[in-house]
Structure formats: C-alpha cells, structure tokens
T-cell receptor, first 112, second 114 residues
C-alpha cells in the first residue's frame, strides 16, 4: 500500500508569515508530486507540481522535493487569509494512465 | 466551457438501498476517478477507468461498482448502502491538455445513509 503522510494540523499562522506544509511518501519509485488546495465545502484544485529534487517557485508558493528523504514540502510566503484551506499532498503512480494517491491533508488557517 | 458535473449533490438514503451517483465530463478525458472523502481519512480512491469498457478497483472498492459505456460518464453504484458509506464523493477526470497530475474534480456528492 503506497502511503502519503501529512500532519493534519491545524496549522495557524499570522497574516504575512511563511506557512510550511510537509509531506512524506513511502513509494521510492514515485517521480511526480503535487499539491492541491481545497477550500471548505469545495473540491480540490491543483496549485503546484514538482518532479526534480530541489525547489520550484510559482508566485508566493515554493515546492521543495527531497527524493532521498522521500519528503515534499510547500512553503507559502506572505500568507493571506485567502490561503486558509486544506492542502493535500498527492503522489502520482503510472504513466499516461495514472492515478494519484493523496495524503489526508493539512488544514491551514491564516489569521488577519 | 468544458466541465465535470455530479448528481445528485445531496442524497439521503436508507441502509440496504441501491444508490447511483452520476458523473459526467465534457472534456473528452479518457481517465476518470471516484474518490470518497471522510474526516481523518482524506481522499481515498474507490474505482477508476482509463477508457470505455475499462474499470479498475481502488483502495476502498468493496461495496461499490462502476461501468464505463462511453467517454463522458462514470456512474458509481452502491449495491446495498451501508452507514459506513456515508461520505462526500468526488468524481475527477484527467487527460491530454491538462497539466501533468491535474485532476479536474466535480463539486462533490454528499451521501448520508441512515
């Protein structure tokens, strides 16, 4: 059973701070990693993807990957109240016919 | 605009009844998925399909079935609903043209089994 682990939170940060979300995975051959954001009562949406070791930046979001440690993280800089949501880590298996295994998600609250 | 729709959005049923949740997408995606989401468990894969006539079991498939007779639809059937199947169900699809690893989710169907 491939597992994806996340701290459930809640993680609470003040507005303007950096929020750090963490994820570990069990399948060593996994190559593709994703972060989805889910607002309360809504469906998940993809916000970041990362495939290589190191950092990938997109606006206020930075994804970090360390395959040796089987660890993925998401940093949100200058956190805003609108960033308050559950963040789901997902790991891809398969090629063009793929499926995603999701972690349980971390609830982030950004306080004004 | 292309979209993915689920129906019904809310349903209350009784233990032992058969229930079907509909999922329809207009992206012409080959890959379609059903997940359930429960507090403390996150999103768990129930069934998935890579194309017409193809179906596969996910990690929590017991008590559920799907069929894929065309590209657009993947209905999820609960043969005999149980209280443990009370959950929010999400249908999703993926295919060429989207970002790698991007699933497009429907709005969800909240099912309550009494």
């Amino acid at each position: 059973q491939k597992e994806v682990e996340q701290n459930s939170g809640p993680l609470s940060v003040p507005e303007g701070a950096i929020a750090s979300l963490n994820c570990t995975y069990s399948d060593r051959v996994s190559q593709s990693f994703f972060w989805y954001r889910q607002y309360s009562g809504k469906s998940p949406e993809l916000i970041m993807s990362i495939y290589s070791n190191g950092d990938k930046e997109d606006g206020r979001f930075t994804a970090q990957l360390n395959k040796a440690s089987q660890y993925v993280s998401l940093l949100i800089r200058d956190s805003q109240p609108s960033d308050s949501a559950t963040y789901l880590c997902a790991v891809k298996s398969g090629g063009s016919n793929y499926k995603l295994t999701f972690g349980k998600g971390t609830l982030l609250t950004v306080n004004p | 605009d292309a979209e993915i729709t689920q129906s019904p959005r809310h349903k209350i049923t009784e233990t032992g009844r058969q229930v079907t949740l509909a999922c329809h997408q207009t992206w012409n995606h080959n890959n379609m998925f059903w997940y359930r989401q429960d507090l403390g468990h996150g999103l768990r894969l129930i069934h998935y399909s890579y194309g017409v006539q193809d179906t596969n079991k996910g990690e929590v498939s017991d008590g559920y079935s799907v069929s894929r007779s065309n590209t657009e639809d993947l209905p999820l059937t609960l043969e005999s609903a149980a209280s443990s199947q009370t959950s929010v169900y999400f249908c999703a699809s993926s295919g060429p043209g989207g970002r790698d690893g991007e699933l497009f989710f429907g709005e969800g169907s909240r099912l309550t089994v009494l």
